[in-house]
């Protein structure tokens, strides 16, 4: 007997369907510690950044400013070419191996954001030199740093893509085999 299109679960019904309790706590502590980095983050802002002020200058406005631009930005950048490699390269792999991959982009992100989190605490903390040396230090030094990042990233995505093609082959499958009954 076919099943007409009213009768068929919709494709989120039966995702859904398909996710066991445990999953389902997963994604509701996933969702949870997001929500707490961001009350976190925007309190932090709020409460030490805004009231602060500087030589006269109201620098609550400024660094308040700095920070929904710098949130924003990392809106964009989570969307950058690498990430997204890296992020389906994982999840291929799993889809692969048979097993779930649907926390892939909220442990890269958190990994990720650990690395930049500690580096700006590293920066905050004293080690501002670096950066002071890179503007006094003249164009060489800023112009060999962004060739470097450059040159990082792009040898990254070529890695990623030489990976993805080795994978490709057998790509036609999604999710484990199951043998015909």
Same mark, same amino acid.
């Given at each position: 007997?076919?099943? &007409?299109?009213?009768?068929?679960?919709?494709?989120?019904?039966g995702f859904r369907r398909?996710?066991?309790?445990?999953?389902?706590?997963?994604?509701?502590?996933?969702?949870?510690?997001?929500?707490?980095?961001?009350?976190?983050?925007?309190? *932090?802002?709020?409460?030490?950044?805004?009231?602060?002020?500087?030589?006269?200058?109201?620098?609550?406005?400024?660094? *308040?400013?700095?920070?929904?631009?710098?949130?924003?930005?990392?809106?964009?950048?989570?969307?950058?070419?690498?990430?997204?490699?890296?992020?389906?390269?994982?999840?291929?792999?799993?889809?692969?191996?048979?097993?779930?991959?649907?926390?892939?982009?909220f442990w890269f992100s958190?990994?990720?954001?650990?690395?930049?989190?500690?580096?700006?605490?590293?920066?905050?903390?004293?080690?501002?030199?670096?950066?002071? &040396?890179?503007?006094?230090?003249?164009?060489?030094?800023?112009?060999?740093?962004?060739?470097?990042? &450059?040159?990082?990233?792009?040898?990254?995505?070529?890695?990623?893509?030489?990976?993805?093609?080795?994978?490709?082959?057998?790509?036609?499958?999604?999710?484990?085999?199951?043998?015909?009954?």
């Open positions: 007997m076919k099943q &007409t299109a009213a009768a068929r679960p919709s494709r989120m019904e398909g996710l066991s309790g445990q999953e389902w706590a997963s994604i509701g502590g996933m969702a949870v510690f997001i929500l707490l980095l961001h009350v976190a983050g925007w309190g *932090v802002l709020a409460g030490v950044t805004a009231p602060g002020s500087a030589h006269g200058i109201p620098a609550g406005a400024f660094g *308040v400013g700095l920070g929904i631009a710098a949130y924003t930005l990392g809106l964009r950048h989570a969307f950058d070419a690498d990430h997204i490699a890296a992020i389906d390269n994982i999840t291929r792999k799993l889809c692969n191996d048979g097993r779930r991959r649907m926390s892939v982009g958190l990994g990720h954001s650990s690395i930049v989190f500690a580096m700006c605490a590293l920066l905050a903390a004293g080690i501002r030199n670096l950066a002071d &040396t890179a503007t006094a230090g003249g164009m060489e030094l800023h112009s060999l740093m962004g060739l470097l990042g &450059t040159t990082v990233s792009g040898i990254f995505l070529y890695i990623i893509g030489i990976v993805n093609l080795g994978v490709l082959p057998g790509d036609h499958q999604v999710g484990p085999t199951h043998a015909p009954r």
